[in-house]
């Protein structure tokens, strides 16, 4: 973790930016951009960060993991990530236990082809139009997509999970909604309604998953809108019925 901090240090300071960093782990623990913490149990596609001017958008899938029993379980947890800007290639890296490395990454270029990748393709790092993918020399297991704006993020395979960490420049202060919050430096504002609305950061788990649940719908209504940020182009491995199951699965106390 130290030489993890110290190489996104002198990255960040290569480019004369300050990066604030976000993360989540499994039956999502979600520390925003301004660092505010939650528990995040909800079922489906997710904004976790749209730039407020269109340009970057960030988004994130949860899904119900099986058992070694291959029953799907009560938790939820992030089984993919998708993400472009609007002069990029857009990507998708999706938790598949079927590969080597256990990321599938999916490039689709500009010119509307799509290429598979693996871990090992991105040993030596690759330049896509508009973002590079590499393999971490800190952590052999992760995969690092940076942009030019300085916005990055690392995805780590966990059991039947993905982990993240998300880099983001000061350039995107008051500029993002999403999941990773209102990101200006105060952490109390970060829980917001997509129509500004902003919810108490002493917010119970069961208001937190209604917010969960408005910036799917907000998700949705953007596809309606611009149907091209529709990122995810593979559909979920368990069927979108269980989305409605969302409710059930959380015991609020
Ligand atoms: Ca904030």
């Not at 993890?4 to 604030?20: A, R």
């Not at 689709?108 to 799509?114: A, G, K, L, P």
Request: with cysteine; proline share 3%.
């Amino acid at each position: 973790m130290y030489n993890e901090l110290v190489l996104k240090s002198v990255k960040c300071h290569i480019l004369f930016q300050i990066c604030f960093e976000a993360w989540f782990f499994g039956d999502p623990h979600i520390s925003t951009l301004d660092g505010f913490q939650y528990t995040f149990n909800g079922l489906g596609d997710y904004v976790l960060l749209r730039s407020l001017d269109d340009f970057l958008h960030f988004h994130g899938r949860t899904e119900r993991p099986l058992n070694t029993d291959g029953e799907l379980t009560n938790a939820t947890v992030f089984s993919a990530f998708a993400f472009k800007t609007n002069d990029s290639d857009s990507g998708q890296i999706v938790y598949d236990d079927s590969v080597s490395g256990n990321l599938s990454v999916t490039v689709s270029f500009r010119n509307s082809s799509c290429r598979n990748y693996t871990i090992e393709d991105f040993n030596e790092g690759l330049d896509f139009t508009g973002m590079s993918i590499e393999r971490s020399d800190v952590n052999n297991n992760t995969i690092v997509v940076s942009f030019p704006s300085g916005f990055s993020i690392e995805v780590t395979p966990g059991i039947k999970l993905l982990q993240l960490s998300v880099s983001a420049p000061d350039d995107l202060m008051n500029n993002t909604e999403g999941l990773l919050g209102t990101f200006n430096g105060i952490k109390t504002d970060d829980l917001q309604y997509p129509n500004g609305t902003v919810i108490s950061s002493n917010a119970t788990e069961e208001e937190i998953f209604h917010l969960g649940q408005e910036c799917k719908g907000f998700l949705f209504k953007i596809f309606r809108q611009v149907p091209s940020l529709r990122l995810f182009w593979r559909s979920p491995s368990t069927s979108i019925s269980h989305h409605n199951l969302a409710q059930k699965l959380v015991s609020f106390s």
